[in-house]
């Protein structure tokens, strides 16, 4: 078993930051992927980025390229979402979850209880 805990939601206005992190836990937590996925009212759940525990390789949704960075934490096994120039559409929860290096939610197997982001106009 994995668990996964978020941190770090908020209320931010359009152009600003906010920054998530996720702390992990259970056995062979390092084996998985770590993906945070987002989803909004009325809407399906939509990959947003993910990265290996080893060797530190990254996805990232098209729609969030260039504006947010993925990172870990082997040590203190957290990973982090940094998230830059925030648009109103970047509004959702925002999961958690370790599974395989993939961008459908079926591919990962465990899930945190999700982190509101609100970005303002």
């Known amino acids: ?3 996964l805990v978020e941190s770090g939601g908020g209320l931010v206005q359009a ?3 906010l920054r998530l992190s ?3 836990s259970g056995r ?3 084996s998985y992927a770590m993906g945070w996925f987002r989803q909004a009212p009325g809407k399906e759940r939509e990959f947003v980025a993910a990265i290996r525990w080893r060797g530190g390789s990254t996805a990232y949704a098209d729609s969030v390229k260039g504006r947010f960075t993925i990172s870990r934490d082997n040590a203190k096994n957290t990973v982090d979402l940094q998230m830059n120039s925030l648009k109103p ?3 959702a929860v925002y999961y ?3 599974g395989i ?3 459908q939610p079926n591919d990962f197997g465990f899930w945190g209880q999700g ?3 609100t970005v303002s106009s």
């Open 101 to 103: 290096l993939s961008s």
């Open 115 to 117: 982190t509101q982001v």
């Open 1 to 3: 078993q994995v668990q």
């Open 96 to 98: 958690c979850a370790a």
């Open 15 to 17: 152009g600003g930051s």
């Open 22 to 24: 996720c702390a992990a």
């Open 89 to 91: 559409e970047d509004t």
């Open 28 to 30: 062979a937590v390092s």
